[in-house]
């Protein structure tokens, strides 16, 4: 069974432009049976991205006792992937300047790592294999690792 891992900017972008929480309550329904399902998770680093928002409707959502029941990956990343994602995925030498713009994104790719065979990262961020270093995208780092990547529309 695929289980697809949902970056912070697919739950924003979603709620934002496409299916407002308060007009499209269905679609939020949907992704929680998804969770239930264990189709899909949000990993705890992004998860974390989504609750320190500010205190809108997916804040809100997102904080709910069922959303984190049904959506919240219930397991530790491995640091020694989190590790090779940023060093062999973005650059060996990067400082803490350079982790800090990276983000958590080394740690949903982490993940999707430990069973690439069943995993899938999905974000809304676009291709742009010319970037080095700390401006690496998502679906371009999955790449080199043979790791799927959904990416969806954005504005």
Do not use: H
């Amino acid at each position: 069974m695929v289980l697809y891992f949902l970056d912070t900017n697919v739950l924003i972008d979603a709620n934002r432009d496409y299916y407002p929480i308060e007009r499209v309550p269905e679609f939020w329904s949907w992704l929680e049976e998804m969770g239930r399902q264990n189709k899909v998770k949000i990993p705890e680093e992004m998860y974390a991205e989504v609750i320190a928002g500010s205190k809108d409707e997916l804040t809100v959502w997102a904080k709910s006792k069922r959303v984190k029941d049904s959506l919240l990956l219930d397991e530790q990343v491995d640091s020694a992937l989190v590790l090779k994602t940023l060093t062999a995925g973005y650059a060996p030498d990067l400082d803490e300047v350079d982790i800090e713009k990276i983000g958590k994104d080394p740690f949903l790719i982490a993940y999707a790592l430990q069973n690439s065979d069943t995993r899938v990262v999905v974000t809304t961020e676009g291709s742009k294999p010319k970037r080095k270093r700390e401006n690496r995208r998502i679906p371009d780092v999955c790449k080199d690792f043979g790791i799927r990547c959904c990416v969806t529309p954005t504005n």
